[in-house]
């Protein structure tokens, strides 16, 4: 009479965790070595992902606070190449543009500037002369650093505002001091915060344009015009700034957008990303390489532990699964502590630049999955190995 047929037993979840966990125990060192390679590279890859995420949204925040409404038209070349003088009535004109919410303009003085009259007029302090008008700062969201800007008294008398890098050059830390503009004392009366969206002028002393006409000869061409317009109505806005500014000769003047100029930093910093993206993933790869070996040595040294395993009924996909389970085990180790780390590391280096720090999930997420595809492949083979040997020739191995 013959008995209930036999069934291999098989693992169940927990005590394939369980084998797994002991597997990895008894090779400690070696075992944080291999990890350390997964989390290495997982590190780099989210905290890649993580900085130059933090620094596009600081980016955009300031684009936002800045504005991206802003357009410059700048005095160019005639066909001839020679300079050309934008009209004196340049900034009233683009004012009748409908769309056109504000527009300034500044326009270049012939000016030498130096700190005092000790100084030789052939060493003067590489600041430029700009004759500014009183609605300057609100065009372009500008504001002071210390001081007071022009108004409609100071800018007819001989009082200066510098920009942030012309007041070092020139060695004022605090509005009151005075400077020469050519053979006449001008007072500071404040100095500008540093202008992002038009860097040039924090190289510029700003004048009111009454003063330089009286003072320095300014002959009251504007050299740029600013214009702020809605959003929605820039492009169209850009299409006629310069045949508004220069009837005579639109192609003598220049339009441009600045923000266009930190729309490119943020181009420039994506082409950066994917560059250490490519570092981050060799050397995830490398990693993945020290798990697969973990995993060959460990097969190599408990043939004799895999021999008894299926003396004693372990069945090969058994096998299979115990050593898959410690590779995904070990690259899950290294996954989890190389995110964390990466997720420390744009938080720190965020919080030093001054940024939101931003992790987005998905890399989280993106960089776990990944080490669990690295760990298949890495202990497939071996596992693949492990299974295929014989009882007897694995329990008389030495």
């Known amino acids: 009479m013959s008995g209930p047929a036999l069934r291999p037993a098989r693992l ?6 369980r084998v797994g966990a002991e597997g990895l125990r008894s090779r400690r060192t070696r075992v944080v070595l291999s990890a350390l ?18 620094s596009r949204a600081d980016l955009m925040n300031r684009l936002d606070r800045l504005g991206t409404n802003l357009l410059t038209a700048e005095a160019g070349q005639d ?15 683009v004012q009748r543009i409908g769309p056109v919410q504000h527009a300034t303009s500044v326009g270049t003085v012939d ?64 509005p009151g001091a005075k400077i020469l503009l050519n053979d006449r004392w001008y007072a500071v009366t404040g100095i500008l915060a540093p202008i992002e969206l038009v860097p040039t002028l924090d190289r510029t002393a700003l004048v009111g344009s009454p003063s330089a006409e009286r003072y320095l000869g300014f002959d009251g061409h504007p050299s740029v015009i600013f214009e702020r317009s809605p959003d929605a109505s820039v492009e169209a806005v850009g ?6 500014v220069n009837p005579s000769d639109e192609n003598a003047v220049k339009v441009s957008r600045p923000s266009d100029a930190l729309a490119a930093k943020a181009a420039t910093d994506e082409g950066l990303t994917s560059l250490m993206l490519g570092l981050g993933a060799v050397a995830l790869l490398v990693g993945g390489v020290g798990v697969a070996n973990t995993m060959v040595v460990s ?33 899950a180790l290294g996954g989890l502590a190389g995110a964390a780390l990466g997720a ?11 940024w939101t720090a931003v992790v987005p999930p998905w890399s989280l997420a993106g960089g776990l999955g990944a080490t669990l595809v690295i760990g298949v492949i890495a202990g497939l083979y071996p596992a693949v190995r492990a299974s295929r040997l014989h009882p007897t020739v694995a329990l008389s191995a030495t």
Request: glycine share 8%.
């Open 37 to 54: 390679g997964i989390a290495i590279g997982i590190a780099t890859m989210v905290a890649v992902i993580g900085l130059s995420t933090s």
């Open 299 to 331: 097969v190599l040294e408990r043939r004799q532990e895999i021999g008894l395993r299926r003396a004693l009924g372990a069945t090969r996909g058994s096998i299979r699964i115990q050593f898959l389970a410690e590779s995904l085990m070990l690259s």
């Open 344 to 354: 420390a590391a744009t938080f720190a280096f965020a919080r030093a630049q001054g």
């Open 111 to 174: 000016a030498r500037v130096r700190r005092s009259d000790a100084v030789p007029e052939e060493m003067a302090a590489g600041v430029t002369v700009q004759a500014a008008r009183t609605d300057l700062l609100d065009t372009l969201n500008a504001r002071m650093d210390q001081g007071s800007w022009l108004n409609r008294a100071s800018e007819r008398l001989p009082t200066v505002v510098l920009g942030s890098v012309a007041a070092d050059r020139l060695g004022i830390t605090a």
């Open 12 to 17: 169940s979840p927990a005590d394939v965790l």
């Open 239 to 244: 299409e006629v700034l310069a045949r508004t």
């Open 79 to 93: 066909a001839m190449g020679q300079d050309v003088k934008l009209p004196k009535s340049a900034v009233a004109m």
